[in-house]
């Protein structure tokens, strides 16, 4: 068996590198190829030909390989290193590379749906959540800063995401769900592919990227301080919305 290692090399998991992720899937019996994400070869290498890619980074370097890797119809295995990892977190996948290779069975597989998203700016596809409101804001001041590591940057997503809930405004927002129309006040919606998203947080509890579903989530004006106790303790219970 062959793999391509897309590994991003600028990801939240220290000690890992490309001599580190080759021996660990052979430890798979699994023969394998490394290619960076921060290479010109990249684009190249979703090209060759493999029994099975695997993506080692964060949320991003997933999404990159999902998205560019869809029509290849070859398996696509995760080695979760970034600081969120929501997809990995949703798919119920955690553990080093080590580890996870020999929990290996390219015989169950599973599908992994995308979301599509429309609009003037034209058409995109997203992996964890597509919103307008609050959750976009917070992505604006969140690129603004600097990265942490490990669990403090994910302290710092969340602090930014109570400053934006602080700040928010409520607009009037129409959407269909399942042919029924909602109309409100809302600081936000966001529409879910996974559990989770964000800076870690299991905002779509019912979420299943296998369903071919979306889940949508609508925050609600009078929710705006159920919902900033729930920033403080988001494993505890599911937030109010």
């Not at 710092?156 to 269909?176: F, S, T, Y």
Request: some cysteine.
């Amino acid at each position: 068996m062959f793999a391509i290692i897309f590994h991003n090399p600028t990801s939240g998991t220290k000690g890992v590198d490309k001599q580190s992720l080759l021996a660990a899937i052979k430890l798979a019996n699994i023969d394998g190829e490394y290619v960076s994400t921060k290479s010109d070869d990249f684009e190249k290498a979703l090209d060759q030909k493999a029994d099975l890619f695997v993506a080692a980074g964060g949320d991003g370097t997933i999404r990159k390989i999902i998205i560019g890797a869809r029509e290849k119809k070859v398996p696509i295995a995760i080695f979760p290193l970034g600081t969120a990892n929501n997809v990995a977190r949703s798919l119920g996948i955690s553990g080093t590379p080590q580890e996870l290779v020999e929990t290996w069975d390219l015989e169950h597989a599973i599908p992994f749906d995308l979301g599509v998203a429309q609009g003037s700016w034209g058409t995109t596809s997203f992996i964890e959540s597509f919103g307008v409101g609050l959750f976009p804001q917070y992505l604006i001041s969140a690129g603004e800063e600097d990265k942490l590591e490990g669990a403090e940057n994910l302290l710092q997503g969340r602090k930014l995401l109570q400053k934006a809930l602080k700040k928010a405004k409520p607009a009037v927002l129409e959407i269909r769900v399942d042919g029924k129309a909602l109309k409100g006040d809302f600081l936000g919606v966001e529409v879910l592919n996974i559990s989770f998203t964000g800076p870690g947080l299991p905002l779509g509890q019912r979420a299943d990227a296998t369903d071919r579903k979306l889940d949508v989530v609508c925050f609600e004006t009078n929710a705006k301080q159920d919902l900033a106790k729930w920033l403080d303790a988001p494993s505890d219970s599911a937030p109010r919305s």
